[in-house]
């Protein structure tokens, strides 16, 4: 996503108004006066995307490589702006070209977004794990000190080659790169830093960042029915947006391998697992939004419904819900919900 604010100014265009083409001549044709004839120009324009009231600059080069910007006429909608620059000051699409000795430029578009609405921002953490795994309680000590710091962290547990393993791990490695355990990534887009119980502040660091999108859940139980209602609130206008939900469970038992100092015992007899990643309800990455529901201020929701197994305590079950955009894999933001809880939206 691009954002871009008021007397942000994009380096690149200053290395282009700042190479001028050679002045001697020799390259095109020369009129009369000796100049090099202009037969065709090239703008630039410093963001293809901003938010409105942001300025954008121009500039233009001619055929024979040389900075034509202090000569040219810009013009925006076919209206002439003055100087090199705009502020646009309404949200929508505008058409820049510019214009010198009755030649025209080809036309860039710049598309103006309204200010966007920002959302409490959640961090999701994703443990590739298993209880063969005797390092992997390094990252299970690190979650414990991270919920110590904070609430607005979303733990999954995924495991591999145990009991509780999670029937696509595999594909979900594939994707993320994952080749080792124990192995913890930050909002599917960064790997938590080794050792990651001396680096909590690169998760709870991401919560200061912002978030222009807000998901809230609602749930009931019917025997062994479970309905969830996944609503997405946008704050910006975004093109595409995938939506997500998985199943998971707390307070499986099972004997955990432990070769670290952050535990006693190995294995841990009875090691309690929480977060454990259990169905995905949706596709791994997420189901695509329908185009006409997604944009800024727009509010979209889903039903879902997943029959429980009786393996599975219901008591312990929760759901995880994250949202993408396009397809960057990266969770723009993540809400966790128990059963029979009614949230909204928060900011």
């Known amino acids: 996503m691009k954002i871009l604010f008021n007397k942000i100014l994009v380096l690149s265009l200053f290395l282009f108004i700042g190479c001028s083409g050679s002045d001697d001549g020799d390259s095109g044709d020369v009129n009369g006066g000796g100049e090099p004839v ?57 058409e820049v070209y510019a214009k010198l000795q009755n030649v025209k430029s080809q036309t860039e578009d710049i598309i103006v977004n309204p200010v966007p609405i920002e959302y409490k921002k959640y961090v999701l953490v994703e443990d590739y794990t298993g209880t063969w795994c005797g390092y992997c309680t390094r990252v299970s000590y690190a979650i414990e000190q991270l ?21 696509q791990v595999n594909s979900l490695m594939s ?34 960042k912002k978030s222009y999108a807000a998901l809230a859940m609602e749930s009931s139980l019917d025997g062994d029915m479970l309905t969830i209602k996944v609503k997405l609130k946008m704050g910006y206008n975004y093109q595409a947006l995938k939506l997500g939900l998985y199943i998971l469970e707390d307070g499986l038992v099972y ?93």
């Open 255 to 347: 004997d955990q391998r432990n070769w670290t100092s952050y535990y006693q015992g190995d294995p841990i007899v009875d090691f309690e697992h929480h977060n454990v990643l259990r169905k995905a309800v949706t596709g791994l990455l997420g189901d695509q939004i329908p185009s006409d529901k997604v944009g800024h201020d727009k509010e979209f929701e889903k039903e879902f419904q997943y029959v429980i197994p009786a393996s599975f305590n219901k008591e312990n079950i929760k759901m995880v819900a994250f949202v993408t955009e396009g397809n960057d894999k990266e969770a723009i933001n993540v809400r966790s919900s128990k059963i029979g809880e009614s949230q909204i939206f928060e900011k």
């Open 147 to 167: 919920e110590k710091e904070t609430n607005d962290a979303v733990i999954i547990a995924i495991h591999q080659g145990d009991p509780i393993a999670f029937g």
């Open 38 to 94: 202009v037969s065709s120009l090239q703008v630039f324009i410093s963001a293809e995307e901003v938010i409105v009231g942001s300025t954008v600059l121009f500039s233009v080069f001619d055929n024979n490589g040389k900075n034509r910007t202090s000569e040219a006429k810009f013009y925006v909608n076919d209206s002439e702006t003055s100087g090199s620059s705009h502020t646009f000051n309404d949200v929508g699409t505008f």
């Open 175 to 208: 994707s993320f790169g994952v080749t080792g355990f124990p192995t913890a990534l930050i909002d599917r887009a960064t790997r938590w830093t080794y050792p990651e119980p001396s680096n909590i502040s690169q998760v709870t660091g991401k919560l200061s």
